[in-house]
């Protein structure tokens, strides 16, 4: 959520608003007109979302344009929570409120009793007050104990004790949604609300007033809808109920990014790394994650989520800072050895097919390695590793390891006499320093064993070449 800036608007009463030609618009043509403005302006509306630019922006555009309530259906770890979050930035930087309303009301359209009747005795007077974008969107997590009162509202004791009687509108206490009037309500995992709550909302969506108690209030409310719901928890959890699916305009199907280099840069726009983790390390992770999608002992209706390629990029920063810690090193450096340590943390983030019990690191493994394999190809390809395969079948024998230092690793390199080879591989991976030269010569090297040019030994500790 963006901060509000220091400064805002000054005027601060209702007749300095109309003097100013301020102008009303409901909210739906807010949002509308600052989409087509920055559409217009050749600006991104959507910063941050990677790999739908052609599928699911295009789609949630035209439900915006066209004024609909939107409910994203898509497996975990495909970006809803922060598209929904997104649409902040399409909501007028300020707006005008009447200062204290309960519900935050425009001083041209007053909807509440205690609000109209202050209109009515300050006129021009009503003193305004300004809210920023960021206070006009509101978010609730759906569980199975939110209640009616959570959402729409309830009856406030307090208030009725004060004298009031219970059919007073005042003695009301509203809900999330009322109080998000003339701004955005999104509610993560909708399938989780119980059915009666979602009963509640029918209402405050098609005729926008609210139902407390037998008492019905109408409220003029000016809310935009928003929701996401994983499409298993259809049958896992629960469902949204067909008349409220039928209430919202539009409902769109979200997606893992379809293209590798949006894999990456989904990576590493989230992930917040403690050392450096070069950019074919990225690519290993961001293929693993993909080919967890295609496999068949993976759960596909659990999905894979992108928090699992990005906690492994964090986890392996952090066995290298580990790493340059304990051994001295300046620049710690993510390196090969590194990725298993993601794998051994990061299997209980993924949902196996029955049948499957006992064989998930195994699995995992595999399909690391694949990435690993694919990942040499494409980085490597063209260099002639002949000179290192025929010094390590001389008997030559490298090692590496967690806690092996990057000098202590370069040292232990077979002479290749004139040969530039390791120059080259450096190059090619872009590596200066010592840390990201034993990086990139160690892809080569895993490149080599998986392509069964070289063998390779490991005791969990150590990694042994030869």
């Known amino acids: 959520m963006t901060q509000a800036p220091a400064t805002q608007p000054t005027i601060g009463t209702l007749g300095e608003l109309k003097a100013a030609g301020h102008v009303l618009k409901p909210l739906r043509t807010e949002i509308r007109d600052n989409l087509l403005a920055k559409l217009r302006a050749g600006e991104d509306p959507w910063p941050g979302l990677h790999g739908l630019e052609d599928t699911v922006i295009p789609q949630l555009e035209r439900a915006l344009i066209a004024g609909h309530d939107i409910v994203l259906l898509g497996e975990r770890g495909q970006g809803k929570t922060r598209l929904l979050r997104t649409m902040v930035g399409l909501l007028d930087e300020w707006t005008p409120v009447i200062e204290g309303s309960e519900l935050g009301e425009h001083p041209l359209e007053p909807i509440t009793v205690a609000s109209q009747r202050r209109a009515a005795e300050l006129g021009d007077a009503l003193p305004v007050t300004w809210r920023h974008r960021s206070e006009r969107y509101s978010e609730k997590l759906a569980t199975p104990d939110t209640s009616v009162a959570d959402l729409i509202g309830d009856v406030d004791p307090m208030k009725v004790a004060e004298g009031r009687s219970l059919g007073d509108p005042e003695t009301i206490h509203f809900g999330l949604i009322p109080r998000s009037h003339r701004g955005i309500v999104a509610i993560n995992e909708l399938p989780d609300l119980a059915e009666r709550i979602q009963v509640a909302m029918l209402n405050v969506m098609e005729e926008r007033d609210i139902q407390i108690r037998g008492y019905v209030l109408r409220l003029p409310l000016d809310v935009l809808v928003l929701a996401s719901a994983n499409p298993e928890d259809y049958t896992n959890r629960g469902r949204i109920i067909t008349p409220l699916k039928d209430r919202f305009g539009a409902e769109i199907r979200t997606h893992y990014p379809l293209e590798l ?192 040019r070289i063998g390779k030994d490991s005791d969990g500790s150590e990694v042994v070449y030869g």
């Open 261 to 452: 280099e949006a894999e990456m840069a989904v990576i590493r726009q989230e992930s917040e790394l403690v050392a450096q983790v070069p950019e074919y390390l990225l690519e290993i992770l961001a293929r693993f994650t993909r080919n967890l999608r295609e496999s068949s002992a993976v759960d596909q209706r659990s999905g894979v989520s992108a928090r699992f390629s990005i906690a492994g990029a964090e986890t392996i920063a952090a066995a290298a800072l580990h790493r340059a810690t304990l051994q001295g090193e300046e620049q710690p450096v993510a390196r090969v050895v590194d990725l298993q340590t993601a794998v051994d943390v990061l299997g209980g983030k993924i949902e196996f097919e029955t049948g499957e019990e006992g064989r998930e690191g195994e699995i995992l493994t595999h399909l690391l390695r694949t990435a690993t394999a694919e990942t040499c190809r494409t980085r490597l390809r063209g260099l002639d590793f002949g000179l290192l395969v025929a010094a390590i079948e001389t008997g030559q024998m490298i090692t590496t390891g967690e806690q092996v230092a990057a000098i202590d690793f370069l040292t232990g390199l077979p002479a290749l006499g004139e040969s530039e080879l390791y120059d080259d591989v450096c190059e090619r991976l872009d590596a200066h320093n010592d840390g990201e030269r034993a990086s990139a010569i160690e892809l080569a090297l895993e490149g080599l064993y998986l392509a069964r």
